[in-house]
């Protein structure tokens, strides 16, 4: 390996699709820095990243299943966000409101 360090090592072993234990044991770091490395790659299943036969398939998270596309999602947070930002300033007004009244009423 012409490498320059460990990191570097673990890429090149991801990229030639070994698996994340044996590239621990090759380079001589821990399965959490490859699955780290990996995961830092873009690294998945759908993206032709290999796995080890005895992996299971896990379940799709919830956030996952509702947006089919990561546009839709943004999409939608950014409404959201907008929303509450709309919202947060017209409580702010209203308790403006509500203070002056009370100063007011208090004099």
Known sequence: ???PNKSE???ELLKAGMAAKDIAKQV???PGLVYNIKSSMGLSKARGAKTSPAAK???KSKSAATSA???IGLSS???AVRRTERDRAALR???ERLAQ???EALR
């Open 1 to 3: 390996m012409t490498a």
């Open 77 to 79: 947070l950014l409404d």
């Open 69 to 71: 596309s990561g546009d």
């Open 101 to 103: 009244v009370v100063g």
């Open 28 to 30: 001589g770091c821990t």
């Open 57 to 59: 398939p896990r379940a």
């Open 93 to 95: 007004a209203t308790l």
């Open 9 to 11: 090592r673990v890429r």
